[in-house]
């Protein structure tokens, strides 16, 4: 009987409530595991939307770092560089964003995938700021250079002030020039008149002295005999009478017109070829030396005469009869400015 009763005893167990509450258990277990995977969920939501508004910022500072570097290629070598590394850069971090995005899609219901998602964006931000950075930089170099530019053109435009100011002075003081010049000249010839007025008063009686232009001519064969470079003593008094008429016209023409006499000797186109004159060249030469040495003992000063030798290239008539060579056969003398 007593093991009977044992036996009811142990058969009226219930373990139903047991299993309801470990079933319970199990549930609320599920449902906080489902909970935190809707969190989970949610939050990288959340973090991808973030990051593509992130990722549509940085396409248009991209696009507006490209257009400024467009801009700027002119800036030099060394800037188009530095846009060159920086645009690499900004194609990396474009590269990174797609690549984010990419895994992003991949990305399951687990929450360590959130923290990898956290870790991309915060590159992704680092990279933006950084990219932020090197356009501000960019921008400031912009800037200086343009203020540069701007000294620049204004140094220019009163470098271009001065230059026409100087145009203008120069302009000024040549005409100034040319009209002092004028005068001069107007002075030199209206002494020149005179000097060949007192040499036809004093010299008209011989046909071999005349004025041809602002010269006066004479005749070889009155101051040199034939092939020679001395003077004949039958000229002398013909160059004392010019000598005369020369200092007199010279103690009214001012000090500060620089006047010379300038003797010029010519011969005729038949050559000459001796020891002492090898070409009518030296002969030319000689006979005006020989001139302006014997004005000097008449009192002419040094510094007013000049000696010149043509040989036969510059004849006054073109022919070869006696009489055209005689014509050519000259010394001349011109009163001008030294």
């Known amino acids: 009987m007593a093991i009977a009763r044992y036996r009811r005893r142990h058969q009226s167990v219930d373990y139903w409530p047991a299993f309801v509450d470990a079933l319970s258990t199990l549930v609320l277990i599920f449902v906080?595991?489902?909970?935190?995977?809707?969190?989970?969920?949610?939050?990288?939501?959340?973090?991808?939307t973030g990051r593509d508004d992130a990722l549509v910022r940085l396409n248009r500072q991209i696009a507006e770092l490209t257009d400024l570097l467009a801009l700027e290629k002119t800036t030099g070598r060394g800037r188009e560089e530095a846009i060159a590394a920086l645009t690499t850069t900004l194609g990396n971090a474009e590269s990174e964003a797609a690549r984010l995005r990419a895994e992003a899609g991949a990305l399951g219901g687990a929450a360590a995938g959130a923290a990898s998602a956290q870790r991309a964006l915060d590159n992704e931000r680092a990279l933006s700021a950084r990219a932020a950075a090197q356009v501000e930089i960019l921008n400031q170099q912009i800037a200086a250079l343009r203020r540069q530019l701007a000294a620049l053109e204004e140094t220019l435009g009163v470098s271009e002030q001065k230059d026409k100011e100087a145009q203008a002075r120069i302009a000024d003081l040549g005409l100034r020039l040319n009209v002092a010049l004028a005068q001069r000249v107007q002075e030199l010839t209206r002494y020149r008149s005179d000097f060949f007025g007192r040499l036809r008063d004093v010299l008209a009686s011989r046909q071999?002295?005349?004025?041809?232009?602002?010269?006066?001519?004479?005749?070889?064969?009155?101051?040199?005999?034939?092939?020679?470079?001395?003077?004949?003593?039958?000229?002398?008094?013909?160059?004392?009478?010019?000598?005369?008429?020369?200092?007199?016209?010279?103690?009214?023409?001012?000090?500060?017109?620089?006047?010379?006499?300038?003797?010029?000797?010519?011969?005729?186109?038949?050559p000459i070829r001796s020891a002492q004159?090898?070409?009518?060249?030296?002969?030319?030469?000689?006979?005006?030396?020989?001139?302006?040495?014997?004005?000097?003992?008449?009192?002419?000063p040094e510094n007013r005469l000049l000696a010149a030798g043509f040989g036969e290239f510059q004849p006054l008539e073109v022919g070869d009869s006696d009489e055209i060579l005689r014509r050519n056969r000259r010394i001349e003398l011109k009163l001008t400015e030294r």
């Open 208 to 270: 071999e002295f005349r004025i041809v232009g602002d010269r006066f001519v004479i005749q070889s064969e009155i101051l040199f005999d034939a092939g020679q470079a001395s003077l004949n003593p039958a000229g002398l008094p013909e160059l004392d009478k010019l000598a005369a008429a020369l200092l007199d016209v010279a103690r009214e023409i001012p000090p500060d017109i620089a006047w010379v006499l300038r003797v010029d000797g010519h011969t005729d186109a038949r």
């Open 277 to 300: 004159f090898p070409s009518n060249w030296e002969l030319s030469v000689a006979r005006s030396i020989a001139v302006v040495r014997y004005l000097i003992t008449r009192g002419i």
């Open 32 to 48: 906080f595991l489902l909970a935190v995977f809707m969190l989970a969920q949610f939050f990288l939501s959340r973090e991808v």
